[in-house]
C-alpha cells in the first residue's frame, strides 16, 4: 500500500518537475484566452466552443507530428505537402466502392507509409531529415498534383458536418489523442522516442533499437499529419493540392514556443499542444481584429522570435544575479 | 579499386564528376545540350546560386543554417530599383545602399543568434515571415523595371564573350576559399562548427563570429539578388524562393557536413552546378508540374544518397 502511494508521489513530483519553465506559457496562454473571450463572448456557446476548437485541432495534430519528431533529435520539412496530400487522398477515395472507412484507411496507410519511408532514409541511409524531407515535400507535393491538379474531390456531407459541424466531435478527438500518447509514452517505445533523442548512445547501450525507434517515430508523425490533412479536408469539403502550405512553418513555430528544443529530449507535447493553442489563438484574434494579412506575417516573426528569446534573456538574467 | 575508394572520401571531388558524367551524357544524347551557349548558360545560372550558397556554406560550417537566403534575394531585388538614386549616373550608390541593408538583415539574424540565443533555424525563418510581410508593404506586390546601369551592366555584360556573373562568381569563390582556408577567421568558424564549447574554451568569441557569419550570408545573398534582377531586368515578391533550397542543396551535395565543422566551398562550385543541370534536364522532359516537382525530388535525393552522407558514428 505505501508503496503505491510513494510511487504516485513520485509520479506527481516528476510530472511537476516536467511543467518547470511552462509556467509563462500557461499564463500566456490563459490570458489570451481571456483576452479572446473578452472580444467573442460568442466562444462560450457550444457552436462557438467547437469552431474554435475546429480551427486549432489541426495545427494541434501537426504540432505533435512535429514536436514528436523534434524530442526523437529530427525534423520534418514536409508537414504542410503531407497534410495537403491527406486531404487530397480523402476527397479522391472516399466517392469509390469503399467508401469513407477506405479514404480513412487509404489516408492513414499513405502517412504512416511515408513518414516510414522518409524514416528509413534517415535512419539507414544516414542523410540528414532537414534536407530528406525538404527534397521529400517536392516528392509529395508532386503526388498531390498529379491526383488532383486542381481543388476539388468529394468529401460526404455527414462526415463533414460531423467532424466540422456545431458539436465539439473535433476537440474531443484531440482529447482521444492526447490520452493515447500519454499511453504511449509508458510503453518501452514511447519512451525510446525520448532517450534516443536526449542521448542516442546512452540509450542504445541500454537496448534501445535507436534505428527502429527513428523509423517508428518519423512513420506516426507521418500518420498524424495525414489524419491532419483528412480533417481539414472535411472541414472545407473538397481537397487542394496545395492547402497545407502554411502548417510547415507553423508546426515548427507552434513546437519551439511549446518549448522543445532541436536538439532531441528537451521539452513535453503538453507544452506543444499549448504552442499550438497559442499560436491558434493569436492567428484568430489578429484575423478577427482585422489586422491585413501583412501585418499577421510581421507579427508572427515577431512573435515566435520572442516567444523564443524572452525564456532565454530571463534564464540569463538570473543566472547573472 | 583504390581510386575509387578514395574518391568517395573526397566529396568535392566526387560532385565533380558527377557533374561532368551527367554533361557527358547529356550531351551525347540530347542535341543542343552540349553547345557552348547552353552550357554558358547553366553556369550562369549556376553562380546565382553559387553565390547565394556562398553565405550558406559559411553558416552549416559553422553548424547554423540560414533560411532567410530566399526573402533576403527577394528584398534586394526589389529594394535596388526603388532606392537608386536618380542622380547618380553609375547606379554604384543604389548597389551599395542594397548590399548594406542585405548584411544589415544578416547582422540582425546574427544578433538573434547570438545574444537572444534563438536557435538559428527559427530566427532567420521568423526573419523570412518578417520580410515577407513588409515587402508586401513596401513593394505592393507589383514587379519593378530595373534601370540601374550597373545590376544591368553585372547581368547582361559579356567581357571576351564570358557573362559577368560567371566572372563575379569567380572572384566570390576565390574570396569564400580564401576565408575558410588561408585565414585564421575561417579556422575559428570550422573550429566553432566542430565542437562550440571546445572552441569558446579556447578563446574564440562565439557571439562575434555568429554575427560576422550572419552577416556575410545576408551580403553574399544580397549579391545573389542583385546578379538575379541584373539577369531578370524586373524584381517581384517570390523571386528569391527557389534558392533557399537551392542554396542548402548545393552545400550539401558538395559533402559539408549539415551539422557544421566539416567541409568546403570547393564542394558546394560544383554542387550548384549540378542543381542547374538537373533543373535545366528536367525541363527537358515535357512533363506536367506534378511529375516535374517529383523528379526534382527524386533527384535531388538520389544525388544526396551518393555524396550527402552523414559518416557512421
Given at each position: 500500500m505505501s508503496a503505491v502511494s510513494s510511487s504516485g508521489w513520485l509520479y506527481g513530483a516528476i510530472q511537476s518537475r516536467r511543467n518547470r519553465g511552462l509556467g509563462g506559457l500557461y499564463l500566456v496562454v490563459a490570458a489570451f484566452l481571456v483576452l479572446y473571450v473578452v472580444l467573442f463572448p460568442g466562444i462560450l456557446s457550444v457552436g462557438g466552443f467547437s469552431k474554435f476548437t475546429q480551427n486549432w485541432f489541426p495545427l494541434a495534430l501537426v504540432t505533435m507530428a512535429q514536436a514528436l519528431l523534434m524530442l526523437n533529435g529530427g525534423i520534418t520539412l514536409a508537414i504542410g505537402p503531407l497534410v495537403s496530400l491527406g486531404a487530397v487522398i480523402a476527397a479522391t477515395t472516399m466517392g469509390g466502392v469503399f467508401g469513407v472507412p477506405g479514404g480513412i484507411l487509404a489516408v492513414a496507410l499513405t502517412g504512416l507509409g511515408i513518414g516510414a519511408v522518409i524514416g528509413v532514409i534517415v535512419a539507414?541511409?544516414?542523410?540528414p531529415a532537414i534536407i530528406v524531407t525538404l527534397a521529400g515535400s517536392f516528392i509529395i507535393t508532386g503526388v498531390a498534383l498529379l491526383l488532383l491538379p486542381r481543388p476539388g474531390g468529394f468529401i460526404p456531407g455527414w462526415l463533414s458536418t460531423g467532424l466540422?459541424?456545431?458539436?465539439p466531435v473535433a476537440f474531443l478527438l484531440l482529447v482521444l489523442i492526447l490520452l493515447l500518447w500519454k499511453v504511449f509514452l509508458a510503453t518501452p517505445l514511447g519512451l525510446g522516442i525520448y532517450a534516443a533523442g536526449d542521448n542516442p548512445i546512452g540509450a542504445f547501450r541500454s537496448g534501445v533499437p535507436v534505428e527502429r525507434v527513428k523509423i517508428a517515430a518519423f512513420a506516426l508523425s507521418g500518420l498524424l499529419t495525414a489524419l491532419a490533412g483528412l480533417f481539414v479536408a472535411a472541414q472545407t469539403g473538397s481537397g487542394d493540392p496545395v492547402i497545407g502550405a502554411p502548417f510547415t512553418l507553423n508546426s515548427i513555430a507552434a513546437a519551439v514556443l511549446g518549448g522543445v528544443g532541436f536538439l532531441g529530449g528537451k521539452g513535453t507535447m503538453r507544452g506543444a499542444v499549448c504552442g499550438s493553442l497559442l499560436l491558434s489563438v493569436m492567428i484568430n484574434v489578429m484575423f478577427f481584429l482585422g489586422f491585413p494579412p501583412v501585418a499577421q506575417y510581421i507579427a508572427q516573426g515577431l512573435i515566435i522570435v520572442g516567444a523564443v528569446a524572452v525564456p532565454e534573456l530571463l534564464k540569463q538574467w538570473r543566472a547573472r544575479r | 579499386m583504390k581510386a575509387v575508394k578514395s574518391l568517395f572520401r573526397n566529396p568535392p571531388l566526387l560532385t565533380l564528376v558527377l557533374v561532368a558524367l551527367v554533361w557527358l551524357v547529356a550531351g551525347l544524347t540530347l542535341s543542343g545540350f552540349g553547345a557552348y551557349g547552353h552550357l554558358r548558360y547553366l553556369l550562369e545560372l549556376a553562380a546565382v546560386i553559387g553565390i547565394a550558397a556562398a553565405g550558406q556554406t559559411l553558416v552549416i560550417l559553422m553548424g547554423g543554417i540560414d533560411l532567410s537566403v530566399g526573402a533576403v534575394i527577394t528584398v534586394t531585388a526589389i529594394l535596388v530599383p526603388l532606392i537608386s538614386p536618380a542622380w547618380d549616373p553609375t547606379g554604384l550608390v543604389g548597389v551599395a545602399l542594397a548590399l548594406t541593408i542585405a548584411t544589415g538583415i544578416g547582422f540582425l539574424n546574427g544578433a538573434g543568434a547570438a545574444y537572444?540565443?534563438?536557435p538559428p533555424i527559427i530566427m532567420t525563418l521568423a526573419m523570412a515571415t518578417f520580410l515577407q510581410g513588409l515587402l508586401v508593404v513596401v513593394a505592393g506586390g507589383s514587379a519593378v523595371t530595373v534601370s540601374n546601369p550597373a545590376v544591368l551592366l553585372l547581368g547582361q555584360a559579356r567581357p571576351l564573350g564570358v557573362p559577368a556573373g560567371i566572372l563575379l562568381w569567380l572572384v566570390v569563390s576565390a574570396a569564400v576559399l580564401l576565408i575558410i582556408h588561408r585565414m585564421p577567421i575561417g579556422a575559428r568558424f570550422l573550429a566553432l562548427g566542430a565542437n562550440p564549447l571546445a572552441a569558446r574554451l579556447s578563446g574564440v568569441s562565439v557571439a562575434r563570429n555568429t554575427l560576422i557569419l550572419y552577416a556575410l550570408s545576408g551580403f553574399f545573398a544580397g549579391l545573389a539578388g542583385i546578379l538575379v534582377l541584373g539577369m531578370n531586368r524586373q524584381g517581384y515578391v517570390?523571386?528569391?524562393?527557389?534558392?533557399l533550397l537551392t542554396s542548402i542543396a548545393a552545400v550539401v551535395l558538395g559533402g559539408t557536413s549539415i551539422l557544421g565543422g566539416r567541409g568546403t566551398y570547393a564542394g558546394t562550385i560544383p554542387g550548384a552546378i549540378l542543381l542547374v543541370t538537373t533543373t535545366a534536364l528536367i525541363t527537358v522532359v515535357n512533363a506536367s508540374p506534378g511529375w516535374r516537382s517529383i523528379m526534382f525530388g527524386t533527384l535531388i535525393l538520389s544525388l544526396l544518397l551518393v555524396s550527402g552522407r552523414e559518416a557512421r558514428r
Open positions: 539507414q541511409l544516414r542523410l466540422a459541424g456545431h458539436t | 537572444l540565443r534563438v517570390g523571386i528569391g524562393d527557389p534558392y
